[in-house]
């Protein structure tokens, strides 16, 4: 059997990172052969588009981006399959941190695809939006939405709703670094604008969304509930999974895990329709639905929860910040506390020791523990980070707090 078409025979199946790192040596070497040889570079390049897209998704992008760029060397090569291969190699520059380099290449790619397809067609659409809307490290979202935000007050000036969505995504970019009180000012900022212009409703629920978890994040519950309530009134189909879900999570936190259980199965059944049940807004819903459930004594229902979709997204992207929560949820849950060590241990050398995810898992950790030396040194080390790290009188502060006193009382 030729090269070509074993590898093609043994990749049909391939859809996650981990499917495509056995047949990568392989796929290099056909690659570097067809080059050489002329023919076939259009079923090399379309086996190539595929494993750029797999792997970009598993975090394996420098992989990503080199197998890009050799099967961008191939000859008779559709335009389509190019487009595909340019916009992979892009996406992967980004991930690398290049963000005006992967935008700017991401503008090429949008301006030749629309001169050969149109400004309509769904590969021009698909393409124009990642110029646009960008998911990865929170230091890099902010410098991407900093550049979108510049580009759009040049293009469209202050009072546009172009530039709104872009302060949108740098508000939610500044949230996740922890910068609340700026993230919460510019919501309210966006909201009065979107008002003024005569925005939609789905426009101001998308901000709401956005300022109840800015609202969750710096630990005002209470505040955060009013506002997903609102957003979820006049939220979208689309949208409407994510705003249920957040509010699960806000509900979970103010210790109402029956509410929090009923809006997760109604984001879950929104989310399997819309998206699909294997989307990753399907499985972030049932890690929340999955915690709704523990926390009502339902451990065995809450391990079935989530006993198939751990391993897809391990398969997906093993260092992914939702994977490793994933598997962190599934070990508690299975009450396996050497899983939970190693977890932990990646989410610090993943995103360091005072991430305020590696805290939160710390604090899970010490918490299954029990009362114990282990677990009162490490609540200890959870308490100093937070009261460091988070606004005074956050109630993650007090929860960890309350717990070491706990443990630590004969």
């Known amino acids: 059997m030729k090269p070509l078409v074993r590898l093609e025979r043994a990749t049909e199946q391939a859809r996650t990172g981990a499917d495509w790192l056995p047949h990568l040596a392989d796929l290099a070497a056909l690659i570097e052969e067809t080059e050489h040889r002329g023919s076939h570079g259009q079923r090399a390049a379309v086996l190539a588009a595929y494993a750029c897209k797999a792997l970009i998704a598993y975090g394996n992008v420098d992989t990503a981006r080199e197998l890009a760029e050799s099967a961008l060397r191939l000859r008779r090569v559709t335009r389509w399959t190019s487009f595909r291969l340019r916009y992979n190699r892009a996406c992967a520059i980004l991930h690398q941190g290049d963000i005006e380099g992967g935008r700017a290449e991401l503008a090429d790619v949008v301006k030749d695809c629309q001169d050969r397809f149109g400004p309509a067609h769904q590969l021009t659409n698909a393409i124009r939006a990642a110029l646009y809307d960008f998911g990865g490290a929170p230091i890099l979202e902010e410098r991407f939405y900093r550049a979108v935000l510049a580009e759009r007050l040049a293009a469209h000036g202050p009072e546009h709703a172009d530039t709104f969505r872009a302060r949108l ?88 895990p029956h509410l929090a259980e009923a809006a997760l199965r109604g984001a879950l059944v929104g989310s399997e329709h819309v998206y699909g049940p294997t989307a990753d807004m399907s499985y972030v819903i049932r890690i929340s639905l999955a915690w709704a459930v523990l926390e009502q004594d339902r451990a065995a229902e809450a391990v079935d929860v989530l006993r198939d979709v751990v391993p897809s997204m391990v398969a997906r992207n093993p260092s992914d910040v939702l994977t490793l929560f994933a598997r962190l949820s599934l070990a508690r849950m299975r009450e396996d506390l050497e899983e939970m060590r190693d977890v932990v241990r990646t989410y610090v050398e993943v995103l360091g020791k005072d991430d305020v995810a590696t805290l939160d898992a710390q604090f899970k950790f010490g918490h299954a523990l029990g009362h114990s030396e282990e677990a009162a040194a490490i609540l200890a080390a959870v308490v100093e980070a937070r009261t460091r790290i988070l606004p005074p009188g956050h109630p993650d502060i007090d929860r960890a707090r309350a717990r070491l006193e706990h443990i630590r009382t004969p």
């Open 169 to 256: 995504g740098l508000a939610a970019a500044m949230n996740r670094l922890g910068h609340h009180g700026e993230a919460e000012a510019e919501c309210r900022d966006i909201l009065v604008g979107l008002q003024r212009i005569g925005e939609d409703a789905a426009a101001t629920s998308r901000v709401k969304t956005t300022l109840g978890n800015v609202l969750h994040f710096a630990g005002r519950f209470a505040e955060a509930e009013r506002e997903l309530r609102d957003a979820i009134d006049t939220a979208g189909r689309w949208r409407l999974p994510y705003t249920l879900n957040a509010l699960g999570c806000v509900l979970i936190d103010l210790r109402q």
